[in-house]
Nanobody, 132 residues
C-alpha cells in the first residue's frame, strides 16, 4: 500500500503562484511514474503533468504548458508542482498520483492519470482557487 499526501493549495489572485507538494509513504519502488491531475465537480478530470523518477521528459497538458513545472523533491518520494501565472480556470482540486506498473513512454504520455483509481495510487487532494 502507498499513501500520498498533498499540501500547498490555497487561494490566490490571477497571475499569482502556488507550489504544491506531495509526499509518499508505504511501499514504493526506486523508479516509478508520478503526476498530478485536477478535477472540478461536474467536469471531467484533466491530467496536468507527469514525470518518471528515472528522468527524461515530462508531460504537460496544453492548458498549463509554460506555466506549470513538475519536479521531484529533494527528499525521497516527494514531488512538487510549481504553478505560475495562475488563471481562474486553474481553479480545481489537485491530486498527486503514482503508478508503479507503466514504462517511461506510457508515463510521459499522461493518460494513465485518467485510470489511476484502478491502476495506481492518489492522494486526497488539495484545493486551488484562483480569483480574477
Amino acid at each position: 500500500q502507498v499513501q500520498l499526501h498533498e499540501s500547498g493549495g490555497g487561494s490566490v489572485q490571477a497571475g499569482g503562484s502556488l507550489r504544491l507538494s506531495c509526499a509518499a509513504s508505504g511501499d514504493r519502488f526506486s523508479t516509478y511514474c508520478m503526476g498530478w491531475f485536477r478535477q472540478v465537480p461536474g467536469k471531467e478530470r484533466e491530467a496536468v503533468a507527469a514525470l518518471s523518477t528515472g528522468g527524461g521528459s515530462a508531460y504537460y497538458a496544453d492548458s498549463v504548458k509554460g506555466r506549470f513545472t513538475i519536479s521531484q523533491g529533494d527528499a525521497r518520494d516527494t514531488m512538487h508542482l510549481q504553478m505560475n501565472d495562475l488563471k481562474p480556470e486553474d481553479t480545481a482540486m489537485y491530486y498527486c498520483a503514482v503508478n508503479f506498473q507503466i514504462f517511461y513512454y506510457a508515463c510521459v504520455a499522461g493518460s494513465w492519470l485518467y485510470d489511476v483509481d484502478s491502476r495506481g495510487y492518489r492522494g486526497q487532494g488539495t484545493q486551488v482557487t484562483v480569483s480574477s
